[in-house]
């Protein structure tokens, strides 16, 4: 199994095992990217947050937050918008669209422009979806890392709603972890709070935030610690990352 990870704080990178340089699936952490991108967006006043996208009744925050009802990865309905949190692919490909439309910019041109190119990231390329399609090294996803755990690219109002839940109190099911009462997540990444089993240690603070992928890696961010992880690996995501990854993030809080 090839894998990478680091760890960041504040004054920069403290913590690097694995080839560093290597390109990796991000899978679903490219979701992460794409709602930085439509954020952008927002502030400057090309998309609105409220505006109508994807099923009846659905806007661009519902599908950043997985509320708009979509399925997975088919444009089929599975709940009225804002009344369950159905994890999508589909509603980051429409967001996506949205962007495009809203910008007259494609999706790809106007994450590297406004994302990437800022932050420095060099090598990492989309694949595919924006929901899951970017492959790119792990220095590259500490850029990132470091962006959401100290923002220069968003006001910080906007910063703090993208880390802020997001129509409070819906259930569903978080991938891998099965249904949880509430499932709460924001405009992008996926909130710990008090879920139970999840991706982060038992010693992640309840305001951990970040979301994994299906290739095996993950991103978090803990404000409490002051502190983010970045992993990227090429094992599919299976039971021995929900074991893993949990003793891990505990491991690296414990000796931090």
Known sequence: MRSALGVVSRSGVVRVAGDRHEPLRWASITKLCTAMAVLIAVEEGSVGLDAPAGPPGSTVRHLLAHASGLDFDTPTVLAPPGTRRVYSNTGY???ADVLEESTGIGYETYLRE?????LGIRSTTLQG???AGLVGPLD???LLAAELLAPTLLARETYILMRTVAFPGLGGVLPGFGKQEPNDWALGPELRDAKSPHWTGTKNSSRTFGHF???GGFVWVDPVADLAVAV????EFGPWAA????RLSD??????
Request: glycine letters at 6%; aromatic letters at 6%; hydrophobic letters at 45%.
């Open 213 to 215: 992928g299906g290739a």
């Open 243 to 246: 074991e893993a990854w949990p």
């Open 129 to 131: 979806s924006p929901a």
């Open 232 to 235: 990227l690996s090429d094992r």
């Open 251 to 256: 491991e690296i809080l414990e000796n931090r």
């Open 114 to 118: 406004a994302v990437f190119d800022p």
């Open 93 to 95: 490909e429409v967001v």
């Open 140 to 142: 590259d996803l500490l």
